[in-house]
């Protein structure tokens, strides 16, 4: 089992920036992937971001590509989301996931309790 804490959401304005951070405990060595996926009201949880723990390889929605950041420290089993240039359209629940593999559906094993991201206009 791998448990997730997420950390780090909020209200911000539009423009601005927030870090989630998300740390993973238990049998980590048994997923090589972490992602970000949020989800607004009436909408289907979505893929953001995405990376590899072994060759820190990332992957993006375009939505958010060139304005959010996914990075990863392996020895302390964290990752973390700098969203910058944020828009209301970012307004979500963000979650944390892990997995054997990148993949950007939501199927991933294990999930973080979820955040909260409101950018106001």
């Known amino acids: 089992q791998v448990r997730l804490v997420e950390s780090g959401g909020g209200l911000v304005q539009a423009g601005g920036s927030l870090r989630l951070s998300c740390a993973a405990s238990g049998r980590t060595a048994s997923t090589n992937a972490m992602a970000w996926f949020r989800q607004a009201p009436g909408k289907e949880r979505e893929f953001v971001a995405g990376?590899?723990?072994?060759?820190?390889?990332?992957y993006y929605a375009d939505s958010v590509k060139g304005r959010f950041t996914i990075s990863r420290d392996n020895a302390k089993n964290t990752t973390w989301l700098q969203m910058n240039s944020l828009k209301p359209e970012d307004t979500a629940v963000y979650y944390c996931?892990?997995?054997?593999?990148?993949?950007?559906?939501?199927?991933?094993?294990?999930w973080g309790q979820g955040t909260q991201v409101t950018v106001s206009s």
């Open positions: 996931a892990a997995h054997p593999v990148l993949i950007t559906t939501p199927k991933y094993t294990f």
């Open positions: 990376i590899r723990w072994n060759y820190g390889s990332t």
